[in-house]
């Protein structure tokens, strides 16, 4: 039962080479609506009743089982399977496709019963049972049993034509084990990669007597104060979820037949709605072991709708695996009470969804729970089950999925921005925001907001993405932890013709985490022609003479670089008494490309016209950015390669616009459209065109 963490990071990388030659068979043929739908927590049976509701809402898809463990295996090795086959002939019988979802995420009580260990040793102590994912996901207990509730599952259903995939666990992150296992094994791994002399120094455990001079007393790492330390052992963390998906996903490959494939539902970080970058999860490495990516997006609507998380989330996704299509495997329907979607939302957010490449729009959940955690976490039912406003505006989307189908699924799309994003810099950077005031996301999303605003295709690249030059631009927010290697690249990357902007601490320290003794900012500075030595916290700053002409809103908030040029233009001085012969934003040509740095947090009107100078500076603004939000349009090339250009109002009032684009057909409605004339969108309004060729 007992296996070390080295044997299995070895097993896991050759499970993902094995897994990922066999995962070229699946294709997805049609578009997906679905729902996820628990039996087990109906108040009385009404299987068929749903069914019937399903098909008149155009549902083909159902996603069932992932967090029933203690329902499938009641007692220790006693199974009962009876929810899972009755969904499955119904389904199947009704022609909907079925997702199985292992149930590793919420432990049953008698698994913690019979071995406490299996809950998590956290920074506050162990879990106590109650809540989901609260448990040691790398535990030999739960490693075993979880292993033998998804193998006896898939013996029993492996051969259901029903199924179409699987999904392993659920919103998988580490939950911040950090127990006496998870110490010695991460000293293993610190081992494999350091000397005490090489660790010491790289480091800097020196400060405060931090020093390790024999391996046995290395200390927890739960009390650290050392920056380089802790975010050595987040990287840690995030590598275990990592091997336990491609653990999972081994195991259900066994099983799955060569058209079925396996997804897991990643989600973003959370600030009431998925917002930004995950901290507890390295994306772009737990997605080489799936077939398909998949994700959760929730967010605002009603007046707060944007659609940026959607597209955010969506962007991630599709770039997880390299531009392929993508599963929304769960967005909200009436979720929250705030979330109730207006008349005609709920279909802008499905279509909006397609839009950024999804191929499945699944709402969590089908209906309402009657007790529990979630009781007011609504799905697409209210409680009493009758059909309402979201449910009825439901059966439209599913109307004309069924009809659009060939015409939207597949859709391929091909960017020419990039947003770099790093982990790694991600938990450095938030290591200190009791100095910089802010954290890594803060700074992050309004640079990918401005983009969207401005209908800029955007893809996602991490540091592991070696080639860049299919990018003209790339947007760098707050790289504040990277290799030398990477920021050469950056820096070639300029001199070879493309442009990139950088926010405030970019290149600021190495990978350990250890601040550049150079001239800061490091390395970018051959690109970015600039120094500085000094920063500080903005009151009353703005810009000197409003530059980028936004009025009230040319303010500086929380953090500011004192920079000075050395061979940068400068674009914005600061306005202030003391810091006005200090640069805020500089641009500098550097080889055939151009390098823009910005030193401060500004407000977001200010940053979204600094990015619409880069966005022009880039030659990248065409007729497309001359649509501005709350118009939002995106396009990509369909399976029988023509162009599906959508347009999107993400707003309560009707817009009139000038069509800018080529001659098209309007799917939904079947009206032409000529380039310049006019048309309309209703209040939360979508046109998706089939644009004639050039």
């Given at each position: 039962?007992?296996?070390?963490?080295?044997?299995?990071s070895?097993l896991?990388?050759?499970?993902?080479?094995?897994?990922?030659s066999?995962?070229a068979?699946?294709?997805?043929s049609e578009?997906?609506?679905?729902?996820?739908?628990?039996?087990?927590?109906?108040?009385y049976?009404?299987l068929?009743?749903?069914?019937?509701?399903?098909?008149e809402?155009g549902?083909?898809?159902v996603?069932?089982?992932?967090?029933?463990?203690?329902t499938?295996e009641?007692?220790?090795n006693?199974?009962?399977?009876?929810?899972i086959?009755?969904?499955l002939?119904?389904?199947?019988?009704?022609?909907?496709?079925?997702?199985?979802?292992t149930?590793t995420y919420a432990?049953?009580?008698?698994?913690?019963?019979?071995?406490?260990?299996v809950?998590?040793?956290?920074?506050?102590?162990?879990?106590?049972?109650?809540?989901?994912?609260?448990?040691?996901?790398?535990?030999?207990?739960?490693?075993?049993?979880?292993?033998?509730?998804?193998r006896?599952?898939?013996?029993?259903?492996?051969?259901?034509?029903a199924?179409?995939g699987?999904?392993?666990?659920?919103?998988t992150?580490h939950?911040?084990?950090?127990g006496d296992?998870?110490?010695?094994?991460?000293?293993?791994?610190?081992?494999?990669?350091?000397?005490?002399?090489?660790l010491n120094?790289?480091?800097?455990?020196?400060?405060?007597?931090?020093?390790?001079?024999?391996?046995?007393?290395?200390?927890?790492t739960v009390?650290t104060?050392?920056?380089?330390l802790?975010?050595?052992?987040?990287?840690?963390?995030?590598?275990?979820?990592t091997?336990?998906?491609?653990?999972?996903?081994?195991?259900?490959?066994?099983y799955?037949?060569?058209?079925?494939?396996?997804?897991?539902?990643f989600?973003?970080?959370?600030?009431g709605y998925?917002?930004?970058?995950q901290?507890d999860?390295?994306?772009?490495?737990?997605?080489?072991?799936?077939?398909v990516?998949g994700?959760?997006?929730?967010?605002?609507?009603?007046?707060?709708?944007?659609?940026?998380?959607?597209?955010?989330?969506?962007?991630?996704?599709r770039?997880?695996?390299?531009?392929?299509?993508?599963?929304?495997?769960e967005?909200?329907?009436?979720?929250?009470p705030?979330?109730?979607?207006?008349p005609?939302?709920?279909?802008?957010?499905a279509?909006?969804?397609l839009?950024?490449?999804a191929?499945?729009?699944?709402y969590?959940?089908w209906?309402?729970?009657?007790n529990?955690a979630?009781?007011?976490?609504?799905?697409?039912?209210?409680?009493?089950?009758?059909?309402?406003?979201?449910?009825?505006?439901?059966?439209?989307?599913?109307?004309?999925?069924?009809?659009?189908?060939?015409k939207?699924?597949?859709?391929?799309?091909?960017?020419?921005?990039?947003?770099?994003?790093?982990?790694?810099?991600?938990?450095?950077?938030?290591?200190?925001?009791?100095v910089?005031?802010t954290?890594?996301?803060?700074v992050?999303?309004?640079?990918?907001?401005?983009?969207?605003?401005?209908n800029?295709g955007v893809?996602?690249?991490?540091?592991?993405?070696n080639?860049?030059?299919?990018?003209?631009?790339?947007v760098?927010?707050?790289l504040?932890?990277?290799?030398?290697e990477?920021l050469e690249?950056l820096?070639?990357?300029?001199?070879n013709g493309?442009?990139?902007?950088?926010s405030?601490q970019?290149?600021?320290?190495?990978?350990?985490?250890k601040?550049r003794s150079?001239?800061?900012?490091?390395?970018?500075?051959k690109a970015?022609?600039?120094?500085?030595?000094?920063?500080?916290?903005?009151?009353?700053?703005?810009?000197?003479?409003?530059?980028f002409?936004?009025?009230?809103?040319?303010?500086?908030h929380?953090?500011?670089?004192?920079?000075?040029?050395?061979?940068?233009?400068?674009?914005?001085y600061?306005?202030?008494?003391?810091?006005k012969e200090?640069?805020?934003?500089?641009?500098n040509?550097?080889?055939?490309g151009?390098?823009?740095?910005v030193g401060a947090m500004?407000?977001?009107?200010?940053?979204?016209?600094?990015?619409?100078?880069?966005?022009?500076k880039?030659?990248l603004?065409?007729?497309?950015?001359?649509?501005?939000?709350?118009?939002?349009?995106k396009d990509?090339?369909?399976?029988e390669?023509?162009?599906?250009?959508?347009?999107?109002?993400?707003?309560?009032?009707?817009?009139?616009?000038?069509?800018?684009?080529?001659?098209?057909?309007?799917?939904?409605?079947?009206?032409?459209?000529?380039?310049?004339?006019?048309i309309?969108?209703?209040s939360?309004?979508?046109?998706?065109?089939?644009?004639?060729?050039?």
């Open positions: 039962m007992k296996t070390t963490f080295k044997k299995i070895l896991v990388l050759f499970l993902v080479i094995t897994i990922n066999s995962f068979q699946y294709k997805q578009l997906l609506f679905g729902v996820a739908y628990y039996d087990e927590y109906m108040p049976d009404r068929d009743q749903d069914i019937k509701m399903m098909k809402a549902i083909n898809c996603r069932i089982a992932e967090s029933t463990w203690s499938v009641p007692q220790d006693v199974y009962d399977f009876k929810h086959d009755r969904v002939n119904a389904m199947y019988k009704a022609n909907i496709k079925v997702i199985i979802g149930p432990v049953p009580t008698w698994l913690v019963k019979k071995y406490p260990s809950m998590a040793t956290t920074a506050k102590g162990q879990n106590q049972y109650g809540a989901r994912q609260k448990m040691d996901i790398t535990n030999e207990h739960f490693r075993f049993h979880a292993e033998r509730v998804i006896k599952i898939m013996e029993h259903v492996k051969d259901h034509p199924i179409i699987y999904q392993v666990d659920n919103e992150k939950y911040n084990t950090a296992n998870i110490q010695k094994a991460f000293v293993a791994s610190i081992k494999e990669k350091f000397t005490l002399d090489s120094s790289a480091f800097g455990l020196d400060y405060w007597s931090n020093r390790i001079n024999n391996w046995d007393d290395f200390p927890s009390g104060i050392n920056a380089s802790s975010s050595e052992f987040s990287k840690f963390q995030r590598k275990l979820v091997d336990f998906l491609a653990w999972q996903t081994a195991i259900i490959k066994e799955a037949k060569p058209n079925q494939f396996v997804t897991h539902n989600d973003l970080d959370w600030r998925s917002y930004g970058i901290t999860v390295n994306h772009f490495d737990a997605a080489k072991a799936l077939d990516a994700v959760d997006i929730y967010h605002p609507t009603q007046d707060h709708l944007t659609g940026i998380e959607i597209s955010f989330a969506g962007d991630l996704a770039s997880m695996k390299g531009g392929k299509n993508y599963l929304v495997m967005t909200e329907a009436q979720g929250f705030q979330w109730v979607p207006y005609g939302q709920l279909r802008l957010q279509f909006s969804h839009a950024s490449g191929n499945m729009v699944a969590w959940h209906h309402s729970i009657h529990s979630e009781t007011y976490w609504k799905g697409l039912l209210s409680h009493d089950f009758q059909p309402n406003p979201t449910y009825n505006e439901a059966k439209t989307i599913g109307k004309d999925f069924q009809k659009l189908s060939n939207l699924v597949n859709l391929k799309k091909k960017n020419d921005v990039a947003l770099l994003f790093s982990n790694e810099a991600q938990t450095a950077f938030n290591n200190f925001e009791f910089f005031n954290k890594y996301n803060d992050l999303r309004p640079y990918y907001d401005a983009l969207y605003k401005m800029i893809d996602f690249i991490d540091p592991s993405v080639d860049f030059s299919g990018y003209k631009l790339i760098v927010p707050v504040y932890a990277a290799p030398d990477l690249r820096n070639d990357f300029v001199a493309g442009h990139v902007v950088y405030f970019s290149g600021s320290s190495n990978e350990n985490v601040v150079s001239i800061q900012p490091g390395i970018i500075n970015c022609g600039i120094t500085y030595s000094q920063f500080t916290v903005p009151e009353n700053v703005s810009l000197k003479d409003d530059p002409h936004v009025g009230a809103e040319n303010k500086i929380t953090f500011m670089e004192l920079i000075k040029p050395t061979t940068a233009k400068v674009l914005a600061y306005d202030h008494p003391v810091w200090y640069a805020a934003i500089t641009e040509k550097y080889g055939k151009l390098a823009t740095y500004t407000s977001d009107k200010l940053l979204e016209a600094v990015m619409k100078d880069v966005v022009k880039a030659g603004w065409d007729v497309k950015q001359n649509l501005e939000f709350p118009i939002i349009t990509g090339i369909n399976a390669g023509k162009t599906i250009r959508y347009i999107m109002n993400y707003s309560d009032k009707p817009v009139e616009i000038k069509y800018p684009f080529n001659n098209g057909i309007e799917l939904l409605t079947n009206q032409k459209y000529v380039n310049n004339e006019l309309t969108l209703t939360w309004g979508v046109k998706i065109i089939e644009m004639d060729k050039k």
